[in-house]
Structures are given as C-alpha cells and as structure tokens.
C-alpha cells in the first residue's frame, strides 16, 4: 500500500510542472501595462507560469542598460525583481508590437496564452491554447505579422 502511495504522489509531482497556467489576452494586457509603467521598453519574454500560482513572468530592457526579470502576480504587483548590466544592444518589442503579435496569434485560433518570448535571431514564439483545449505554437519574424510557422498539438 505504501509503495502505491508513493507511486500517485511521485506521478503527481512529475506531472505538476508539465501544465502550463494559460493567461487571457486580457491578462497579458494588464501585465504588458505593469511592465512599461516598470520601464520596460523592450519586452524579451511573457510567461504565465504553472498552474496553481498566480506567478508571470516578465523580461526585458529597462533604461537601455539594464536587463531585468520580474515575477508579478495577475494583477501586476512585483514578487520579485532581478536586474543586472547588461552589455551589447537592447533588443526585443515595444509595448505596442508585443500586442500587435498577440493580436495575430489571436487571428490564427489563440484563445488562451502561455508565451510569448523573443529570440536574438529575430524570432517570436507564441504558445497558448485554440478555444477546444489544444496546444498551438506560432512563430513570426520581427517585422511580420504573418506567420512562419504554425504548429497544433491535435490531440484527437
């Protein structure tokens, strides 16, 4: 009996961290909000963290020196905040194109998001879920809204 006890809870903590919190577009206004009000001009990385924490996760720029890290709760407080200098060129999207690429995620089935990160290759990923539970991953090019590439986990 115990070994089967054991078992379920090792199950359980193996699988927690494999569900990822989905956010609302909603959601990731109020934090793209919190986070220029921060200072942040250039967003690297959105993240809704796993399920049962009202943890996001939020980098990017601030005063084109600075790289920091933010763990906010969903109503735009701070937990925790991480900076550090950081050398070469600021890079990542405004305010304003982060929502631009929500927004097409959004046209292409998103109705739920996990990330949305940026890559110093000039890539974006968005990953959340369509309106039937599904996982759905897109990737753009800094500069177009059109899809590169669109992946769905149909789990049918």
Not at 34 to 51: P, V
Not at 128 to 153: A, C, H, K, M, Y
């Amino acid at each position: 009996m115990k070994t089967i006890i054991a078992l379920a809870l090792a199950g359980g903590m193996i699988s927690a961290p494999a569900a990822m919190a989905m956010g609302s577009f909603d959601d990731a206004e109020r934090i793209l909000k919190a986070g220029s009000d921060y200072g942040i001009t250039q967003f690297r990385s959105l993240e809704f963290e796993y399920e049962g924490y009202d943890d996001i996760e939020l980098e990017g720029w601030v005063d084109n020196d600075w790289y920091v890290e933010l763990d906010m709760n969903d109503d735009g407080s701070i937990e925790r905040e991480q900076r550090r200098k950081h050398g070469g060129e600021p890079s990542g999207l405004t305010a304003e194109e982060v929502r631009n690429y929500l927004k097409a995620a959004q046209a292409e089935g998103m109705d739920r998001l996990e990330e949305l990160k940026v890559s110093s290759r000039g890539y974006i990923e968005v990953e959340g879920n369509d309106p039937s539970g599904q996982e759905l991953e897109i990737d753009f090019r800094v500069g177009d809204l059109t899809p590169v590439r669109i992946e769905r986990d149909d789990q049918n």
